[in-house]
């Protein structure tokens, strides 16, 4: 099929600039534009969300094959009678109430912002401003980076903070998943990963290079005939493993206080609410065994000394806090809409697979290992471009995976 140049074909869709607006603003002024106070409990990246969630109902209204993702209603509808139960009879604080389920708020408002305006024609301009957002990061990060080098004092490559933005570290990460599909001469391919790998090494999050890793060694196991996938992917869990017991990045102190704290939150899940409940909102994340574990073991009194932080301060691994939210079973039906993407990829041959599917398939990959490791879920500074990839990559799927035009 002859490839279409889309720069000619219909603009963009009103919601869908709003979408791509807020989250290059992002990029650019990170937390200074996330974290904006107007008054109270309003900020600007939140009110200009929601009300382009707010105009969105319009345009869903209007579109006339509508992308129900009905597992992704049922959680939402779930977490909404959680919340009136947390309000209107554990009468759990109000504002830690709101605080917590801002994971379900970004999560609503992103899928009703993409079912607003979706189809095939839109779906390529996701598709190209997850690249450009991608490409963009890469470019801001190397330019800070010697910026850094250049006027800061006792600068060190790696073991500091070293990213622009929490989106440029997002967008660093997705960027391998468009060197190892998009670009196509293997020398340049395997130049352009090492180079990669290295990138990510400088931002200061260990769990960033093991997402980059993940995508790496993904499109690796996608290159093997189906018979050996499987075996290829138990390897990479093999390999994932053995990071977390050699090296020293994955077992310092903050390591080891995340690898607590989800033990016994994963346990207190289990056992006291059975797999199939959750602890609803406004209510402290860590138990009390986790708080004895974390004193003990760590000599870490975090939240006895900062209550609040009990409330505001969940895992560090956002699915597993969408589990302590509602339980673990129905937490996972968040992944129910990617078992076609995931089954489809690793049944199909790799010359007979469309490219823009797949880089969709990796940039998930490294986005959920990023997700498992961090409060990204739950913050506003990169959960819109996150569950932009989402949703395209379900939609991909559904609709236009069988394309021959690419990105």
Request: without cysteine; charged residues 10%; proline residues 4%.
């Amino acid at each position: 099929m002859k490839k279409q140049n889309i720069l000619s074909s219909r603009p963009l869709h009103p919601i869908q600039m709003g979408l791509f607006i807020l989250i290059e603003l992002l990029l650019i002024f990170g937390e200074t534009f996330s974290k904006f106070n107007l008054y109270g409990f309003f900020y600007l990246y939140d009110t200009a969300l929601f009300l382009l969630g707010l105009i969105s109902v319009f345009y869903f209204i209007k579109q006339t094959n509508k992308d129900w993702n009905w597992p992704i209603l049922v959680l939402l509808i779930l977490s909404f009678l959680y919340l009136l139960y947390s309000y209107f009879i554990a009468h759990n604080p109000t504002n830690y109430i709101i605080r917590q389920y801002a994971l379900f708020i970004y999560l609503g408002l992103g899928w009703l912002i993409f079912s607003s305006f979706v189809n095939k024609q839109y779906q390529k301009y996701n598709v190209r401003f997850i690249v450009i957002i991608a490409i963009a990061s890469v470019a801001l990060q190397i330019g800070y980076i010697m910026y850094l080098s250049v006027f800061t004092d006792g600068f060190s490559l790696f073991g500091n903070m070293n990213y622009f933005s929490k989106m440029s570290l997002v967008g660093t990460i997705i960027a391998g998943a468009y060197v190892m599909v998009f670009i196509k001469k293997p020398f340049y391919k395997w130049l352009f990963a090492i180079a990669y790998i290295t990138l990510t090494t400088t931002l200061g999050h260990s769990s960033a290079f093991l997402g980059a890793f993940a995508i790496v060694v993904t499109y690796i196991i996608l290159q093997l005939p189906n018979k050996v996938k499987i075996a290829g992917a138990v390897i990479m869990g093999i390999a994932v493993l053995a990071f977390f017991l050699l090296l020293p990045q994955f077992s310092d102190d903050n390591a080891e206080w995340r690898l607590v704290f989800w033990k016994y939150s994963l346990k207190d899940i289990i056992t006291n609410y059975y797999t199939v409940l959750g602890h609803g909102f406004g209510v402290p994340y860590p138990t009390q065994e986790t708080l004895d574990a974390l004193r003990e073991n760590l000599n870490s009194p975090w939240f006895e000394v900062r209550p609040e932080e009990m409330y505001t301060s969940p895992m560090h691994n956002s699915f597993i806090t969408l589990a302590f939210h509602i339980g673990l079973l129905p937490s996972l039906i968040i992944f129910v809409p990617l078992i076609k993407p995931f089954k489809e990829t690793f049944l199909t041959n790799s010359n007979l697979r469309n490219p823009q599917a797949d880089f969709l398939i990796l940039s998930w990959v490294g986005l959920s290992v990023w997700s498992s490791f961090n409060v990204v879920l739950e913050l506003p500074h990169t959960s819109a471009y996150i569950w932009l990839v989402y949703f395209s990559l379900v939609y991909q799927f559904r609709h236009s995976h069988h394309s021959d035009e690419e990105a």
